[in-house]
């Protein structure tokens, strides 16, 4: 089995000044849940090479276990080092693709043709994929092979506007990715502000937020068995 994780190449955080990028645990979480379940596991940004992480998700107060373990593992660190260039991806060379989130996603990614046709082939392939946090908000260009948008009438969650409020980026972020997903027509749900939460829909799986990252990966797993 091989799973394509795919980061983002954006480290600005709007006109704040501040940095942005991927959040560690919704990288690591996964990572470890592919490895450990056996999965060849291949990097991929839009740039290629190191992406931007964060600064914010490597703080004490979110480092976990999964995240300490990554920052101590130099195949981890190797692999993040060199990622590949995502308009050198080709689908039919994966099983299913996990987007992880952090707010960089949201510029480069929810824009970026090489992403969204990646999205759509997996999904006209019938291969799962999931994503997670701000991630989500990656499918709002996306549409199926008859041209809708890719999560009409699809059960689908993502990190919420309440959430977004909490961390004080309601007005930076270039949009919400629960308001998105809803006006594409997504029949969004959530559960607990910073809980894990997780909705699977046909070929497609989305988390709420970093707590999420991993039961959606584990769910991704479990798909990928029962359709081997």
């Known amino acids: ?94 099983d299913t693709v996990f987007y992880p989130g952090g707010h960089g996603p949201m510029w480069d990614l929810a824009e970026d043709r090489d992403s969204i046709a990646l999205i759509e082939a997996f999904q006209a392939a019938g291969k799962p994929i999931a994503l997670v946090c701000h991630a989500p908000g990656v499918l709002r260009h996306a549409k199926t092979p008859e041209g809708h948008p890719l999560v009409e009438g699809k059960q689908v969650t993502g990190f919420t506007n309440t959430e977004e409020d909490a961390v004080q980026l309601t007005d930076v972020v270039p949009f919400l990715v629960e308001d998105e997903l809803k006006a594409k027509g997504g029949e969004f749900t959530s559960g607990a502000d910073w809980g894990p939460y997780v909705v699977e829909d046909g070929l497609l799986i989305t988390g709420q937020n970093p707590a999420s990252s991993a039961p959606a990966a584990e769910l991704l797993i479990k798909r990928l068995g029962s359709a081997s």
Do not use: C
Request: aromatic residues 8%.
């Open 1 to 94: 089995m091989k799973v394509l994780i795919v980061l983002t190449s954006h480290d600005q955080l709007g006109n704040t000044g501040h940095k942005t990028g991927f959040w560690l645990e919704e990288l690591a979480a996964p990572y470890y849940v592919f490895k450990d379940a056996g999965t060849e596991i291949v990097l991929a940004s839009p740039k290629g090479g190191q992406p931007p992480l964060d600064p914010k998700s490597n703080e004490p107060g979110f480092q976990t276990d999964d995240t300490r373990r990554f920052e101590a593992d130099p195949q981890a660190q190797a692999q993040l080092a060199s990622t590949v260039r995502l308009d050198s991806v080709d689908q039919a060379n994966f």
